[in-house]
């Protein structure tokens, strides 16, 4: 970085995530990304929001790094922890 500029604004991540954003994130299409959520492999449930369907970026974060496990899964992983 050169003295005579500024440094890169920090960037805040959204807290909540719409399906668009889900689908960039894990690099799937929308198409994918409804396969996946009516047969259960997409397992964070949506929060509704403003008549969208919004997810919370950390459930998607701590779903990811878990594996993806199925829904009925995730949901007994999220009450046990």
């Known amino acids: 970085m050169n003295n005579n500029q500024s440094p890169e ?10 399906i668009s954003q889900i689908c960039q994130l894990l690099n799937i299409s929308r198409a994918e990304f409804y396969r996946l959520d009516q047969t259960g492999k997409f397992a964070p449930l949506s929060t509704g929001l403003c008549h969208k369907r919004l997810y919370i970026r950390s459930e998607i974060e701590r779903w990811v790094q878990e594996g993806c496990p199925h829904r009925k899964h995730w949901q007994t992983i999220k009450e046990n922890h």
Request: cysteine-free; proline content about 20%.
């Open 9 to 18: 604004p920090t960037r805040i991540q959204p807290a909540l995530l719409t």
